[in-house]
């Protein structure tokens, strides 16, 4: 098999050379100088880079579709010049096998066997469809070209571009193995549940925390123009959060209770929520609120509708029991989880990506600061369900959150009963390299180092000093150990899809 690869004898050689007479035999045209052009635009992939570079001004999936061209086309081409040509040398078409004036000059000195061009061109297509189809279906044309073109141009025989292009499909199926695409996310569901109507905001008494990051002096008032029968208590900074909301849930004659601020805010809001039964109508405001989203209220709109006809539905809760301080005397609190909760490097990262951000944007801004803090940072010791890890990040989702690999985003449905436990672990060996090559190559979702499972009760444990844990975004240092179980349906909140 390598000796007619590689010398072209029987009928692959003159198969061959059937098919180069064909070509040879086209009239001469402007088509020769298009494919000379095309394929010199493809020597050492520029075309490919400069076809990635477009599609990367494009977020989402364009953007992660022509990383993996690239990905894909780079093992192609490593492949195809560092390997087969080497094992297998083969001499190019000579001139006399096609007019002069089409062949290509200088013609290249490597083996013939195989196409490194076509190798790259297969791989960069088929690599940029698996993730957006409809990028590759048009890559896909210019792809073939590039192919077609080294057979008219006296560059290879056609078995070469033939085995260069299985290369380049081999390449980019592997590679979607290390990145694969991700399935589409399901249908947002919510649990039908029952809350008073609201109309004008009667019966409704809403928190505002002033230390949310948007809020105005405007907030107040926008939120008593379009709720101008509710009581609206302002949080000031120096005021305590947990009591104020207190005050405002047990106001006489309040029917729900709202919430404007972040997801610690809303956390300690749905505590008292829960606590006095009241139905709880989250509103957009503070730095994140990631519950509000969820609930279908990003928009002041969507929450006035959902209060005013009483749309509601019921979420499960997270109950965090945690143990600071000193081991023999350790104090005991039990929180509210609404969202998540990490353990690990998570806000160190997430202060270099906001820093970062303004610069490059939130996705490539995400890669270079995990990039930054794996190589400079150390995993922490913790022990969970009796097992010790060493971990460089830890999430715990209130909730199944999708995609399902190691960055919770979108989160369907809120009472599905389960914690969604995700790990990336620094237990296997190189685990540093293999950290940092994996957030390279965007497979930390499918790396050896990442855990994922789903349960209804978790136990963490400091390993050999006390940790920082973070639930819903507000940090708890010092903490010895914490237990999470779930509280299923406790909540009833405001959505406009409540019936969904």
Known sequence: MRRMLRRGPGWVAGLDRALLRSISAFPGGHHDAFFRRLSASANKGKLWFAVAAGAALVPGRTRRAAVHGLLAQGVASAVTNLGFKTLLPRRRPLPEHLPVFRFVHPQPTSSSMPSG?????????????????????????????????????????????????????????????????????????????????????????????????????????ALGEVFPLAHITIIEPEHDVAEQMEVAATRPGIRALGVWGGDGTVGTAAAAAIQLNLPLLVLAGGTLNHFARDAGTQSLRDAVAAATEGQAARADVGIVRVERGLADDPERAELIMLNTASIGLYPNLVRRREQLQPALGKPLAGVVAMFRTFAAEKPITIVVDEVRHKVWIMYLGRGRYYPRDHAPLLRPVLDDGVLDVRMITADESFARVRMLWSVLTGTVGTSRL??????????????????VLAVDGETVPGVRGAEFTLKLGALTYYSPRGEG
Request: charged fraction near 10%; charge should be neutral; glycine fraction near 12%.
């Open 450 to 467: 990442t855990h994922l499972r789903e349960a209804t009760h978790v136990r963490i444990e400091a390993g050999s000093a006390p940790m």
């Open 117 to 221: 061009h076509s190798a790259s061109a297969v791989a960069f297509a088929l690599g940029t469809g698996f993730v957006q189809p409809a990028l590759g279906a048009a890559v896909a044309p210019i792809a073939a070209g590039v192919a077609y073109s080294r057979v008219h141009t006296g560059a290879h025989w056609p078995s070469d571009v033939l085995f260069g292009s299985a290369i380049g499909a081999c390449a980019a199926l592997v590679t979607r193995t290390w990145w694969p695409v991700r399935p589409p996310f399901p249908p947002t569901t919510r649990s039908r549940g029952e809350a008073a109507k609201l109309p004008g905001g009667e019966g409704l008494s809403i928190a505002v925390n002033t230390l949310g990051g948007s809020f105005t002096e405007e907030t107040a008032a």
